[in-house]
């Protein structure tokens, strides 16, 4: 006799029954209690705002990130959880069309050699294949039918950057793998790190994540990095994601927040041995398949990227330290996930 919905949902943890109930599909579940960062006075028991002033002014890093397409920092809208002390939230502080770059980033520049990809786990590629350029040929109604495209940029599901992630051993591997990390990501993030009060912040290490409409990410600790006092960031870009942010144990109901394309989460102090999870991508409006944000933008063209990239040394502390698997001085390792949700048919 099969268990009734009371007796299987009583052998769930809070933070499992949450999980499941974002997830279901069908009947869809109820987002009223939702947290969304867009309107944060209906939300004011749970969210407070974060005084990014606080750490001191930021002119040379707010001149970096004008540069990049982010609004100047008094118009970021910046919160904190009361609950998870360390989450701090930023909600889309993107210029429209600015996120553009960094998705064309994702999509065809972090998938090349010699970051690492899931496709090489089980598949021998050459150098010159071009994982982009796979998925436009498929897509492609005047390219020659009788042509066997293999679809490489479909079944793409993470990039490692940096410091490479050995996901069977769950670790990193070190410096016996590694690649340049992007100038312009670490630029980036160290500049957003800095203003949010992570003085030594130094990126060293990143996982791209790419999600279909279908995807999910099961309850999960991030606690691989060598230093874990650390701050984690997570951009995302495209689809609206449903994010669970539990606590230490899966016993901790967990808080769900809208995660929209453009917004920035960092995981920090306390919140770096959470549980998060994120149960579901919800599909866009037929009238609106990309969402708001994802026109073009001057950043299309690299020109001032590359510019913004040579101030590096001048405009951020750097620590170059290394791991301890060198045996000399611990290093500050951050993960520093991007996040893509699209939807299964696009067009870039």
């Given amino acids: 006799m099969a268990a009734s919905t009371d007796e299987v949902a009583s052998d769930m943890d809070p933070f499992k029954l949450q999980y499941k ?101 089980y598949m021998q590629l050459l150098d010159e294949d071009d994982i982009w350029e796979s998925g436009e040929k498929k897509r492609d109604p005047s390219s020659d039918p009788s042509e066997e495209v293999a679809d490489l940029l479909s079944k793409l599901r993470w990039v490692t950057l940096g410091y490479h992630y050995n996901w069977s051993k769950k670790k990193y591997y070190g410096s016996e793998i590694q690649s340049q990390f992007p100038d312009d990501l670490q630029l980036l993030t160290n500049c957003i790190a800095k203003v949010l009060g992570f003085s030594y912040y130094h990126a060293e290490a990143g996982i791209v994540n790419y999600y279909n409409m279908s995807s999910t990410l099961g309850g999960h600790v991030d606690e691989a990095e060598f230093d874990m006092s650390a701050p984690l960031l997570s951009f995302s870009f495209g689809q609206t994601a449903l994010y669970l942010q539990g606590g230490k144990t899966r016993s901790t109901k967990p808080e ?46 690299s020109a001032c990227v590359n510019e913004t990239s040579t101030s590096i040394g001048q405009t951020v502390t750097h620590t170059n330290e290394t791991p301890p ?24």
């Fill in 21 to 121: 109930k974002y997830k279901r599909r069908k009947p869809p579940p109820d987002l009223s209690e939702v947290v969304d960062f867009s309107e944060p006075d209906r939300f004011k028991e749970k969210i407070e705002k974060f005084d990014i002033f606080k750490n001191g002014k930021f002119h040379k890093e707010e001149a970096v990130l004008t540069r990049f397409g982010l609004k100047p920092l008094d118009e970021w809208k910046v919160y904190n959880m009361k609950e998870s002390p360390g989450f701090i939230f930023i909600a889309n502080p993107f210029c429209n069309g600015y996120q553009r770059y960094w998705v064309k980033r994702c999509l065809k520049d972090f998938p090349k050699r010699p970051n690492m990809r899931n496709l090489d786990l």
């Fill in 256 to 301: 769900a927040v809208f995660l929209r394309s453009g917004d920035i989460m960092i995981m920090s102090g306390d919140t770096r041995w959470c549980y998060h999870a994120v149960p579901r991508i919800l599909p866009p409006a037929k009238s609106k398949p990309i969402p708001d944000g994802l026109q073009m933008s001057p950043l299309d063209s």
């Fill in 325 to 348: 698997s060198i045996g000399q001085t611990v290093m500050h390792t951050n993960e520093t996930p991007l996040i893509i949700y699209w939807p299964d048919s696009y067009a870039y």
